[in-house]
């Protein structure tokens, strides 16, 4: 069974950084690609990150630029998003994603195939 598993939320003053994960089972996560997505509560869920399986290019919604960064450790199969200078509008359950079209995963109006459960990140002012 395709699984997603997340990891790494929690509870953080502004300022400080988490790094979430995303390890997968099942399939092998590099010739996916990948999306980390947010849903804060009252609000519609927004893409944040993705990276592409083809190139390794990434894209990154405009908010966090600068301070979130995606990347793949391929030997462990898993996805990570590590944030720094943490806002607490930065606060959302977060999850991963993953696809084999890369516009479902990167601003695309289809949602990707497979989705992680979620981690909430919530961010203290």
């Known amino acids: 069974q395709v699984r997603l598993v997340e990891s790494g939320g929690g509870l953080v003053d502004a300022g400080g950084s988490l790094r979430l994960s995303c390890a997968a089972s099942?399939?092998?996560?590099?010739?996916?690609?990948i999306g980390w997505f947010r849903q804060a509560p009252g609000k519609e869920r927004e893409g944040v990150s993705c990276?592409?399986?083809?190139?390794?290019?990434?894209q990154y919604l405009e908010s966090v630029k600068g301070r979130f960064t995606i990347s793949i450790d391929n030997t462990k199969n898993t996805v990570y998003l590590q944030m720094n200078s943490l806002k607490p509008e930065d606060t959302a359950v977060y999850y991963c994603?993953?696809?084999?079209?890369?516009?479902?995963?990167?601003?695309?109006?289809?949602?990707?195939?497979?989705w992680g459960q979620g981690a909430q990140v919530t961010v203290s002012s």
């Open positions: 994603a993953a696809d084999g079209v890369f516009a479902r995963t990167c601003g695309g109006r289809t949602p990707p195939i497979y």
């Open positions: 099942e399939f092998t996560l590099r010739y996916y690609n």
């Open positions: 990276i592409s399986t083809n190139d390794g290019s990434t």
